[in-house]
């Protein structure tokens, strides 16, 4: 499966935007799809999933109650609500997909085979 993240930009403290993850391939729907984050100078980081067949969701503690993951599987699309957004959110935005990822590696990036190019978000304060 190929993937392209989208929706980047740059907006001020408290502001919103909407990332999307467009995927390509067959069985989209089994799949999870997370996203990930990378500050400059720090390591990448869990934000988001939204698990296949069923749809589950999970969240870094640093995003709960301002970002919303959802799926579109007619349209192969994940989306990242992010609203409140605050400096610290800045980083690049990457989408990522499993078909075999399990619970206690969710939030782990080795455990996911395919990426998309990225996406940067800039809060500004």
């Known amino acids: 499966v190929q993937l392209q993240a989208s929706g980047g930009g740059l907006v001020q403290t408290g502001g919103s935007l909407r990332l999307s993850c467009e995927a390509s391939g067959r069985s989209f729907r089994s799949y999870a799809i997370a996203w990930f984050r990378q500050a400059p100078g720090k390591e990448r980081e869990f934000v988001t999933v939204?698990?296949?067949?069923?749809?589950?969701?999970r969240y870094a503690d640093a995003v709960k109650g301002r970002f919303t993951i959802s799926r579109d599987n007619a349209r192969n699309t994940v989306y990242l609500q992010m609203n409140s957004l605050k400096p610290e959110d800045t980083a690049v935005y990457y989408c990522?997909?499993?078909?075999?990822?399990?619970?206690?590696?969710?939030?782990?990036?080795?455990?996911?085979?395919?990426w998309g190019q990225g996406t940067l978000v800039t809060v500004s304060s």
């Open positions: 990522a997909a499993s078909q075999t990822v399990i619970s206690t590696t969710l939030d782990v990036p080795n455990a996911y085979h395919y």
């Open positions: 939204i698990r296949g067949n069923g749809g589950s969701t």
